[in-house]
């Protein structure tokens, strides 16, 4: 099976500010031929469903606001909120579709500091 | 707009069985893989299950192997998720999930979701 490892666990930061939060896959999740890393980023409320912010690692669902970056290629991979603002507010999962069992991070939580 | 539904939920005993239900609209239900996917209180996501939009494949994570059937009625666009042998360990809110054209995709939408409760 594939792991997905996130980091960190948590993270406190200022409105206005960047969130970084890290996933690292156990074995490569990119398709060389196609040149695509078969990762997707979830933002989930308290209360709420997953909602799909990125696929692909970097394309970002229509809607969800360009503060919401994913990069990265291979096993490691980020997502980025360039700005924090008070709607971010929610857990982020990253997870694997390069193979079954389809396999999510562990979440971070991300909280205004 | 795209919508799930899920339901079928509840208490059971250890051991019991469960048939969970999810009935999509908004989108052309027979053309898109769909998942099953649960969230202990308070815990991260578990994938569960998988099915082809024909039904003709089915993919499910080891911890409900055996136990649980994915299924599909395109002509009533549902999507079913028996559950038997339950455990308390089963005890999540099982999410049902569009996928997309192929087995391996992203997850969205998402459903609501439906409580499962495990325990004597």
């Known amino acids: 099976d594939i792991v997905m490892t996130q980091s960190p666990d948590s993270l406190a930061v200022s409105l206005g500010e960047r969130a970084t939060i890290n996933c690292r896959s156990s074995?490569?999740?990119?398709?060389?031929?196609?040149?695509?890393?078969?990762v997707a980023w979830y933002q989930q409320k308290s209360g709420q469903p997953p909602k799909l912010l990125i696929y692909?690692?970097?394309t970002r669902e229509s809607g969800v606001s360009d503060r919401f970056n994913g990069s990265g290629s291979g096993t490691d991979f980020f997502l980025t909120i360039s700005s924090l603002q008070a709607e971010d507010v929610a857990v982020y999962f990253c997870?694997?579709?390069?193979?079954?069992?389809?396999?999510f991070g562990g979440g971070t939580k991300v909280e205004i500091k | 707009e795209m919508q799930l539904v899920e339901s079928g939920g509840g208490l059971v005993l250890p051991g019991g069985s469960l048939r969970l239900s999810c009935t999509a609209s908004?989108?052309?239900?027979?053309?898109?893989?769909m998942n099953w996917v649960r969230q202990a209180p308070g815990k991260g996501l578990e994938w569960v299950a998988v099915?082809?939009?024909?039904?003709?494949?089915?993919y499910y994570a080891d911890s409900v192997k055996g136990r649980a059937t994915i299924s599909r009625d395109n002509s009533r666009n549902t999507l079913y998720l028996q559950m038997d042998s339950l455990r308390p360990e089963d005890s999540a809110r099982y999410y049902c999930?569009?996928?997309?054209?192929?087995?391996?995709?992203?997850?969205?939408?998402w459903g609501q979701g439906t409580l499962v409760a495990v325990s004597s």
């Open positions: 999930v569009k996928g997309g054209w192929e087995v391996l995709t992203w997850f969205g939408p």
């Open positions: 908004g989108f052309r239900f027979s053309s898109f893989a």
């Open positions: 099915m082809s939009a024909s039904g003709s494949s089915t």
């Open positions: 074995q490569s999740v990119l398709l060389s031929p196609h040149n695509r890393n078969y």
């Open positions: 692909w690692a970097s």
């Open positions: 997870q694997q579709y390069f193979t079954t069992p389809l396999t």
